[in-house]
């Protein structure tokens, strides 16, 4: 079987968020699974190169964005024996940051036109492409309307996954005519609109042939008004249509054993060497160096969805009491200065680091004994995922991909890898830390949740075989 996995952007050239590691990752499984799989991302300005792949220019062709032409240019690099193909085109992509311009409406027109064209130029047929998100969204629509017809496109099914539902490009109704060159027909018949725009990610989901997001719990919670974001009432006629299966995490990676960025190596015999890393970064980020004080790290884009309001509320009444937080990531203003604000208060308690650097990263989530997630939601989030691999216990609110990979500690039964709460209620949070700090204190019933943590199986594994079960249910 051959899939062409279609995205925006993809580790190890390009990365802004969890896209990024699940381009990298699921190919490089399902390239295990022998699938012969390709993966496709534009070539932008910040593209990173390394020693160990190069990339190679291997034709260029002209792409029709309505009335325009436009150069485009394919790159090809092989990274982990994955193929990578890298659209170019200086004037969409050549610019400082991937996303965020007027004319990125425009700009994935362009690429989705693109990518289309190149299996032809390079007699590459798939079988299936894989689309993710919004900016491959109408690369469904445009298969059905118009390739679908050319022999060489004949027979291709598409799978849709969606990565996070808020996000949908959504445009201008003269986009169609614009930069498809099409009538309003599909606008007037409802297919691609969506409350008086063009909505790429509704085209992409009424033009697929299977639907796919990246948790259980997230497929369910996008068919409810809560949750939808306006889509919900068209994700229930397709529900036949729609699967969630849960991110997994490249154990390759993410592995305290073989880690090379983080002070001292560790497993699940070895945990006393886990308190070295703690009182490593102890010493880096200027807090009081202690391996007895519990440390709680926080790892995450600084925005309302990932609950910091909850955090910001309780933040002073935390800091009060004996544990350390390590805060790394940055976002809105709002939050940047709050955890500033916190830092200054709490100088041997609270580290802000408003920045992202990824061996920080790796040394926060293997010295930290928690890790807090309390997101308003999650489609299914990549950051509790590593922490259990680290053995530091998450704590995290019950939805999406939290709900379906943390299993709150049962004092009862003794079972559990995390701790987790239900509303979005600061004191729940608050609650919940508290209890989590207490259990802490007995080492050996916390050193049990640990290894219930390093133990969880959140591997690309099962979920790449289940992706791989779903491509071959489409023929």
């Known amino acids: 079987m051959k899939v062409l996995f279609v995205a925006s952007e993809g580790d190890p050239f390009i990365k802004t968020g969890g896209l990024a590691d699940v381009a990298y990752?699921?190919?490089?499984?399902?390239?295990?699974l022998g699938i012969d799989v390709r993966v496709v991302i534009p070539k932008y300005k910040n593209i990173k190169l390394s020693d160990k792949y190069s990339l190679n220019f291997k034709k260029s062709f002209t792409v029709p964005v309505?009335?325009?032409?436009?150069?485009?240019?394919?790159?090809?690099?092989?990274?982990?024996?994955?193929?990578?193909?890298?659209?170019?085109?200086?004037?969409?992509?050549?610019?400082?940051?991937?996303?965020?311009?007027?004319?990125?409406?425009?700009?994935f027109a362009f690429y989705d036109r693109a990518v289309l064209m190149m299996l032809k130029e390079l007699a590459w047929k798939p079988d299936v492409i894989h689309c993710n998100d919004w900016h491959t969204g109408?690369?469904?629509?445009?298969?059905?309307?118009?390739?679908?017809?050319?022999?060489?496109?004949?027979?291709?099914?598409?799978?849709?996954?969606?990565?996070?539902?808020?996000?949908?490009?959504?445009?201008?109704?003269?986009?169609?005519?614009?930069?498809?060159?099409?009538s309003d027909d599909i606008y007037r018949d409802g297919s691609i609109e969506l409350y008086g725009s063009v909505s790429f990610m509704k085209g992409g989901i009424n033009y697929s042939d299977k639907i796919s997001t990246v948790s259980?719990?997230?497929?369910?919670?996008?068919?409810?008004?809560?949750?939808?974001?306006?889509?919900?009432?068209f994700l229930k006629s397709r529900a036949e249509d729609l699967f969630g299966i849960v991110n997994?995490?490249?154990?390759?990676?993410?592995?305290?054993?073989?880690?090379?960025?983080?002070?001292?190596?560790?497993?699940?015999?070895?945990?006393?060497?886990?308190?070295?890393?703690?009182k490593e970064l102890q010493e880096q980020l200027n807090l009081k160096v202690n391996e007895?004080?519990?440390m709680i790290g926080i790892v995450s884009r600084l925005t309302s969805q990932k609950g910091l309001d909850l955090i910001r509320f309780i933040g002073d009444d935390l800091a009060k009491k004996d544990m350390q937080l390590v805060?790394?990531?940055?976002?809105?203003?709002?939050?940047?200065?709050?955890?500033?604000?916190?830092?200054?208060?709490?100088?041997?308690?609270?580290?802000?680091?408003?920045?992202?650097?990824?061996?920080?990263?790796?040394?926060?989530?293997?010295?930290?004994?928690?890790?807090?997630?309390?997101?308003?939601f999650e489609p299914c989030g990549l950051g509790q995922l590593i922490a259990l691999r680290y053995g530091t216990i998450p704590i995290v609110r019950e939805t999406g991909g939290l709900r379906d990979t943390v299993k709150s500690y049962d004092k009862f039964t003794g079972k559990g890898n995390g701790f987790s709460f239900t509303y979005c209620n600061p004191y729940d949070l608050f609650h919940v830390i508290k209890e989590a700090l207490q259990y802490y204190e007995d080492k050996e019933l916390w050193e049990s949740i640990m290894l219930q943590a390093m133990e969880s199986d959140n591997s690309w594994d099962k979920s790449a075989k289940t992706y791989k079960e779903i491509y071959e249910s489409m023929f």
């Open 248 to 278: 997994g995490i490249d154990y390759d990676t993410y592995d305290p054993e073989k880690d090379t960025v983080i002070y001292e190596n560790y497993n699940k015999n070895n945990l006393e060497n886990k308190l070295i890393n703690k």
């Open 66 to 107: 309505g009335w325009r032409n436009q150069y485009s240019g394919v790159f090809e690099s092989n990274v982990d024996a994955v193929k990578y193909y890298l659209i170019d085109n200086e004037y969409y992509f050549f610019r400082d940051n991937p996303y965020g311009y007027y004319d990125d409406g425009e700009r």
């Open 216 to 233: 259980r719990s997230y497929a369910q919670e996008i068919q409810t008004t809560e949750y939808g974001e306006r889509l919900d009432g």
């Open 25 to 32: 990752a699921l190919p490089k499984y399902l390239k295990a």
């Open 138 to 182: 109408m690369i469904p629509v445009l298969y059905k309307l118009e390739y679908e017809k050319d022999s060489f496109y004949k027979n291709i099914k598409i799978l849709y996954s969606i990565h996070n539902i808020l996000f949908q490009g959504n445009y201008d109704p003269n986009i169609l005519g614009e930069l498809f060159g099409y």
């Open 327 to 376: 805060v790394l990531g940055t976002g809105d203003s709002e939050y940047e200065d709050y955890f500033k604000y916190l830092q200054g208060k709490y100088p041997d308690k609270v580290s802000a680091n408003i920045y992202f650097d990824d061996v920080l990263a790796h040394k926060i989530y293997a010295a930290s004994d928690m890790f807090l997630m309390p997101s308003l």
């Open 292 to 294: 007895k004080i519990p």
